[in-house]
């Protein structure tokens, strides 16, 4: 790789002088982040371990390693198929509103105007909102007591409706909330990658008056989807680990409608004191992001190379 | 800066003139209640200084992990005495009530040498005990070197003391003689009814005595209030659900959360049919006139609406209401409070109840030193202090509980409040089995309850499902 | 697109419109929140006429928070202060670290680099309280417990990840040639890199910077578990004003107000590169 990059800094004038350390010099420079996160992994480790025992802080006499026996217990465990389904339903149904919300929204705002730009900025404040605040926030709005939510519910016939607290309609309340938090993100990488389509195939295709509804599908979307892909992925892998939100809003209740695998596991650690079960649900999830992180970085990557090759 | 006033607490002192007196006599010279009390307490402390080295740690800090309530405002308020007592300083973290618990896991699991004391319920040494992260007490309280002759240790209510210690065998009863004592009782709460007599005054209703009265009153308070509703339990998915009135009102009935065999092994009991029965009428309370977002009500929800008039009633923590007819709350001055037993065959009322505690960690480095503090902090002069001039209720001891002070500042603003102490003290205690597996099964009992309010489940087959369930991490966890 | 359909443009109107009303509106309502009493909040039904008070702030501000049991010391000021002190060491620390780092990977390809740049970057999708946990014991043992140092490293976990990446990628757009004939022209490799390599990739430096300054702003369960009282940021500090007397939904919105203020101001202040910085680099706006 040393020697086909075509980008690699050219040797200096002292070369001989600097052999040895010019060897060195990439370790060295990167050598202090690496550490860093080394430093992190110690503790990644440490969890792969809790993981194969059996060990609750709260019978410390009958810690011992068993192996397999957290995962292999949950085959058996409807609460962990919960959480696998709860977690990936989420992830599915925040992921899927906000593509399509963001990319109505790019589109509306795809050209430069004035306007279109400051609407463009001011979307983002909600993107601004760290999440457990933006949880408060719509907790306060939805309180059946003086939240304006209900308020404007009960006017409109649904006076019933109780938001985060009920079974039927938790899911679809944090949803909400991450679809207000996270469709920004959407709406700007798409609305970056819009902008930077080649003009070409669009005046050809305006010039030819081919219908738009045609080029949308058949030139906009296919040019479009390397950005749709990135930003898919990045949103899948983060929503699939939420924590913020749904613990601020409802403990991972009614029920055991909302238990994610991260308000899961903070509950085993943390109330339950049960950290073998805890550590060997966070390994699972990080196996399932591991996975979807390698594919997204290698689409990434090809985007990079797209970009730079247009720029 | 305060020589006259120095001068009428030590004629106190040497008991030329009573507390009341004292009282009113600062309080023509202008002295806040609060200021009187420190000013009282410094006295006193002065008097237990006579007997006992209190300057044996001068020089030493100890730090305290503390939760945000008015428990703690009431003895930071009180700290110079302490300081000024022993010549040791105190520091201390405060967390808001969401995180504490987190808080005081992390700090412990982790081995943590920052904190000497810290404030838990007595749930949670039932998981601090054996984990070897709280010290037993026993150790302390019956050294005569270093405890104050005068701390009166058989002054608590023996029901709370005894709910704060536990043998550390899973299903051991509480406060059996081989028990450790794992923290020191501060302050507790009782489950009781807290209404809005406003509400019921205006609609003619009548305090109910049993279960299913209170369903009955539930259901017509809030046909008769029109925006609000009937009554406030807590509904969150948490071990603080099953605690309060829901607990209080299954003790009534004889139920147990599990039963303990012969052979030590614990079983789950909550599906018995008269559980059955109890749960159906709880349910549906809840359906038929609990608060619409009740699955998202912590204490906090169920005490603010009760304050702001939305709900009749509350079968939930008496101090909760206490707290609530104070003032910047649009009901203050309207709450009453009533003994309940929900069985109507009970002889009294057996409350569950919450135990706010201090206990020592086992990894603090200053341990003596800390003890001094705890001892202090639980003693009588600051327990009747914190009662008398702060929000410090209820208070443990039987000495507080009979100061007349105490007792008239309550009574003339608290409705019912002593009556109804005195009535439920004698059957108040911990109705939960101690085991290390507290958190996990009343968790899944709250979900539970959810479930069934939301007519996801019915009851008995939710019930079958949770014992099957709870059995099953029994016997996973080498208990069952 | 020359002349739009004015049914068109009024379809369009209208869907902005309800966009910028969903988006909007919860930020404005706290707002109007804030200026509030307890009182008008709870009054039923809601309404937006009343007199707007600002004792909310006083009280945030000033740290006294008056309740029904008394004044109450409230700390929020110091909640934004460690929030403005970790969130600038750590994004500091990032850039020291990650911007040699990602010269580096840019540049000096070497055995290995692909392998290092990935696993730096899949720590970014690490579920974060897989570290945190352990974490608890290791800063016990180190000494880290409880200290602004142990976090602003523990930070790096978001903040470096991300610099490194957004500003590889600037630095690899930067045509070598130009280093080049500087180094040619007799200067050394230290001298090439922070003259021109350095000036070159300083938006990408800035948008990354802002980035990872947001993510660490409006972090919430890092200091939640492994920091004291003294040293929680805002996110957590917000929780604060649930107390047994009740709760001051005015002091809360005030609060998430004063929260949000900053990271707002600082994405008006530096939208471009914010919005270069969200496409990790990889989109040019």
Redesign the interface.
């Known amino acids: 790789?040393?020697t086909t990059?075509t980008?690699?800094?050219?040797p200096?004038?002292?070369r001989h002088r600097?052999r040895v350390s010019r060897?060195m010099?990439?370790?060295l420079?990167?050598l202090?982040?690496?550490l860093?996160?080394i430093?992190?992994l110690?503790?990644?480790l440490?969890?792969v371990a809790?993981s194969l025992q059996r060990y609750?802080?709260?019978?410390?006499w009958?810690r011992q390693w068993n192996w397999g026996q957290n995962y292999l217990?949950f085959l058996s465990d409807p609460a962990f198929w919960n959480t696998l389904k709860v977690s990936v339903t989420y992830a599915l149904v925040t992921v899927v509103v906000e593509l399509l919300l963001g990319l109505?929204?790019a589109l509306?705002?795809q050209?430069r105007s004035r306007l279109n730009n400051f609407?463009s900025?001011?979307?983002?404040?909600?993107?601004?909102?760290?999440?457990?605040?933006?949880a408060?926030?719509?907790k306060?709005?939805t309180?059946?007591?003086?939240g304006?939510l209900s308020?404007l519910a009960g006017l409109i016939g649904l006076g019933?409706f109780?938001?985060?607290?009920?079974?039927?309609t938790a899911m679809l309340t944090v949803v909400i909330v991450d679809v207000?938090v996270y469709?920004?993100?959407i709406m700007?990488?798409l609305?970056?990658?819009l902008?930077?389509l080649p003009q070409q195939p669009f005046e050809a295709a305006?010039l030819d008056g081919v219908p738009r509804l045609f080029v949308f599908w058949r030139i906009t979307l296919p040019m479009l989807t390397p950005?749709l892909l990135?930003a898919t992925l990045?949103r899948v892998?983060?929503s699939i680990?939420q924590?913020?939100i749904i613990y601020a809003?409802?403990?991972?209740?009614?029920?055991?409608r909302l238990t994610v695998?991260?308000v899961e596991?903070?509950?085993n650690?943390?109330?339950?004191?049960?950290?073998g079960r805890?550590?060997a649900l966070?390994?699972i999830?990080?196996a399932i992001?591991?996975a979807?992180?390698?594919v997204?970085?290698k689409n990434?990557l090809r985007?990079?190379e797209r970009?730079?090759g247009n720029? | 800066m305060y020589e006259k006033e120095k001068g009428l607490v030590d004629a106190f002192m040497r008991g030329q003139m009573s507390r009341r007196g004292l009282i009113r006599g600062l309080g023509a010279l202008g002295v806040s209640t609060a200021t009187a009390g420190v000013l009282v307490n410094l006295a006193a402390t002065r008097a237990l200084a006579a007997d006992f080295d209190w300057k044996k740690h001068a020089g030493t800090t100890v730090k305290l992990l503390l939760n945000k309530h008015p428990y703690t405002d009431a003895m930071i308020a009180n700290l110079e005495n302490f300081k000024e007592l022993t010549g040791m300083d105190v520091q201390y973290d405060v967390f808001p009530e969401d995180v504490y618990f987190d808080k005081v896991t992390a700090a412990l699991s982790s081995g943590s040498t920052e904190y000497d004391a810290f404030m838990t319920g007595a749930y949670m040494t039932w998981t601090y005990g054996p984990a070897g992260w709280a010290e037993d007490l026993n150790q302390w309280i019956h050294d005569p070197e270093k405890t104050n002759p005068l701390y009166a240790w058989e002054d608590m209510l023996p029901g709370v003391r005894k709910s704060c210690a536990w043998n550390g065998v899973p299903g051991g009863a509480l406060g059996s003689d081989d028990a450790k004592q794992w923290c020191i009782p501060w302050g507790y709460e009782q489950n009781n009814l807290t209404y809005n007599k406003r509400v019921f005054d205006a609609n003619g209703l009548s305090v109910p005595t049993d279960l299913d009265g209170l369903v009955e009153t539930a259901a017509r308070a809030k046909a008769a209030m029109g925006s609000g509703y009937g009554v406030g339990v807590r509904g969150s998915r948490s071990w603080a659900t099953i605690h309060p009135g829901f607990l209080s009102g299954y003790a009534s009935f004889d139920q147990k959360d599990l039963t303990v065999g012969a052979d030590g092994k614990l079983a789950a009991a909550m599906n018995t049919d008269v559980s059955k029965e109890f749960h159906r009428k709880w349910v549906q309370m809840i359906q038929d006139s609990g608060a619409p977002d009740w699955s998202t009500h912590t204490w906090y929800q169920v005490g603010t609406d009760l304050g702001a008039g939305k709900s009749a009633m509350i079968f939930d923590a008496d101090i909760l209401g206490y707290f609530m007819n104070g003032p910047g709350n649009a009901e203050a001055g309207n709450l009453a409070f009533a003994p309940f037993k929900a069985n109507p065959a009970a002889a009294a009322p057996t409350p569950n109840i919450w135990i706010w505690s201090l206990a020592m960690s086992s990894f603090s480095t200053r341990k003596d030193a800390a003890w001094h503090f705890l001892q202090w902090a639980s003693g009588p002069e600051h327990g009747l202090f914190g009662a008398t001039a702060m929000d410090f209720v209820n208070p443990v001891r039987a000495s507080v509980w009979a100061d007349g002070a105490f007792r008239d500042k309550l009574s003339k603003s608290y409705s019912g409040y002593v009556e109804m102490h005195d009535v439920s003290a004698p059957g108040a205690s911990i109705k939960f089995t101690p085991q290390p597996l507290f958190f996990d099964l009343t968790t899944e009992w709250a979900a539970t309850l959810q479930k069934m309010v939301a007519r996801e489940v019915p009851v008995d087959e939710g019930l079958d499902r949770l014992a099957e369930s709870v059995n099953g991490q029994l016997k996973e966890a080498g208990l069952g | 697109m020359h002349a739009t359909p004015t049914i068109e443009r009024i379809l369009r109107g209208t869907a902005i419109a309800l966009v910028c009303l969903f988006f909007m509106f919860p930020i404005a309502w706290i707002m109007l929140m804030s200026i509030q009493t307890n009182e008008t909040i709870l009054r039923v039904p809601p309404s937006v006429v009343f007199a707007p008070t600002f004792e909310n702030y006083q009280a945030l501000i000033t740290g006294k928070l008056e309740t029904a049991a008394g004044t109450l010391e409230i700390n929020f000021m110091r909640n934004l202060w460690n929030s403005l002190l970790l969130s600038t060491s750590s994004v500091a620390l990032g850039l020291v670290l990650g911007v040699p780092a990602a010269y580096a990977f840019a540049r000096l390809k070497f055995r290995g680099s692909e392998d290092i740049a990935f696993t730096l970057l899949s720590f970014r999708f690490a579920p974060p309280l897989l570290v945190l946990l352990p974490l608890t014991i290791y800063f016990q043992q180190l000494g880290l417990a409880n200290t602004y140092g142990g976090l602003i490293w523990v930070y790096q976990l978001i903040v470096l990840p991300l610099i490194l990446w957004i500003v590889r990628g600037y630095f690899e757009d930067i045509p070598a040639d130009i280093e080049y004939a500087y180094r040619i022209a007799g200067h050394g490799f230290w001298a090439t890199f922070r003259r021109i390599a350095l000036p070159l990739a300083g938006p990408g430096i800035a948008a990354a910077g802002l980035l990872a300054f947001i993510f660490a702003w409006n972090n919430f369960v890092f200091a939640l578990v492994l920091a004291s009282a003294d040293k929680q940021p805002v996110t957590v500090g917000a929780l604060a004003f649930v107390t047994a007397s009740g709760i001051q939904y005015g002091q809360v919105a005030a609060g998430i107000v004063l929260s949000i203020a900053p990271t707002f101001a600082l994405a008006l202040y530096a939208q471009r590169y914010l919005v270069e910085g969200l496409s990790l680099g990889a989109v040019k706006g």
């Open positions: 790789m040393t990059h980008q690699s800094l050219p200096g004038p002292r600097f060897r010099l990439p370790y420079l990167s202090p982040a690496l860093t996160c430093g992190i110690i503790p990644f440490t969890a809790y609750r802080l709260s019978q410390p009958a217990n109505g929204i509306l705002l050209r609407v900025i001011m979307l983002l404040m909600p993107l601004m909102t760290a999440p457990a605040l933006a408060l926030m719509w306060l709005m309180n059946p007591g003086f304006i308020y019933d109780r938001w985060a607290s009920d079974p039927q207000w469709t920004p993100f700007i990488l609305l970056a990658g902008r930077s305006a950005f990135t990045f892998i983060e680990q924590f913020d809003m409802t403990q991972g209740g009614p029920g055991d695998f991260q596991a903070y509950l650690f943390f109330q339950s004191t049960n950290v805890s550590a966070l390994m999830l990080w992001t591991y979807l992180s390698n997204f970085i990434w985007l990079r970009s730079r720029a």
